[in-house]
T-cell receptor
Framework: DAGVIQSPRHEVTEMGQEVTLRCKPI?????LFWYRQTMMRGLELLIY????????DSGMPEDRFSAKMPNASFSTLKIQPSEPRDSAVYFC???????????FGSGTRLTVV | AQSVTQLDSHVSVSEGTPVLLRCNYS??????LFWYVQHPNKGLQLLLK??????LVKGINGFEAEFKKSETSFHLTKPSAHMSDAAEYFC????????????FGAGTTVTVRA
């Protein structure tokens, strides 16, 4: 089991550019989450998918952020246009549900300059 | 709403001595509680979880935690710290009605002195 796979590991981009973060959940996990981690705010849930359907996107900061899950094995988080305040580590996590814990990916460290 | 409070932002221990990380929770019902560890530049790894079964929960790497309802606590302990335990630790509670919603504590950074 390769775990939750995120790419890229690091991303440096200029303000105004589009950024796409990718996630492959663990096979068989029907729930997927995108989190953002910053020093100031800690870990924040951005969006939650269940069976590929967005269930709760109340944590998405603004319209510049969008997420998709076209199938059970792939999800993207897109920021367009990016801003320096979006700099953070973005984590993807998945779980099979039923009270099981979550498995987190290694994260994407995004720096917007 | 449920929440957790980690009482120490930083804990420093000597290798081979016990580790205690304190966590108090606030919930109107019996919660599901978790401890996660995050090593530098890594994702979060589940150490252990409590889901209303045994109150003493054993996790990976020699860690364990005890759920005490009377004290609303879920402290994490390890009898003997190892250098590899240096990391950040998060106490987490899930929303029973919406169990996908996790509330993370602010984290406790553990340093281990040789």
């Amino acid at each position: 089991d390769a775990g939750v796979i995120q790419s890229p590991r690091h991303e440096v981009t200029e303000m105004g550019q589009e950024v796409t973060l990718r996630c492959k959940p663990i096979s068989g996990h029907n729930s997927l989450f995108w989190y953002r981690q910053t020093m100031m705010r800690g870990l924040e849930l951005l969006i939650y998918f269940n069976n590929n359907v967005p269930i709760d996107d109340s944590g998405m900061p603004e319209d510049r952020f969008s997420a998709k899950m076209p199938n059970a094995s792939f999800s993207t988080l897109k920021i367009q246009p990016s801003e320096p305040r979006d700099s953070a580590v973005y984590f993807c996590a998945s779980t099979p549900g039923g009270g099981a814990g979550y498995t987190f990916g290694s994260g994407t460290r995004l720096t917007v300059v | 709403a449920q929440s957790v409070t980690q009482l120490d932002s930083h804990v420093s221990v000597s290798e081979g001595t016990p580790v205690l990380l304190r966590c108090n929770y606030s919930s109107s019902y019996s919660p599901s509680l978790f401890w996660y560890v995050q090593h530098p530049n890594k994702g979060l790894q589940l150490l252990l979880k409590y889901t209303s079964a045994a109150t003493l929960v054993k996790g990976i790497n020699g860690f364990e935690a005890e759920f005490k309802k009377s004290e609303t606590s879920f402290h994490l302990t390890k009898p003997s710290a190892h250098m590899s335990d240096a990391a950040e630790y998060f106490c987490v509670v899930s929303d029973r009605d919406n169990d996908y919603k996790l509330s993370f504590g602010a984290g406790t950074t553990v340093t281990v002195r040789a």
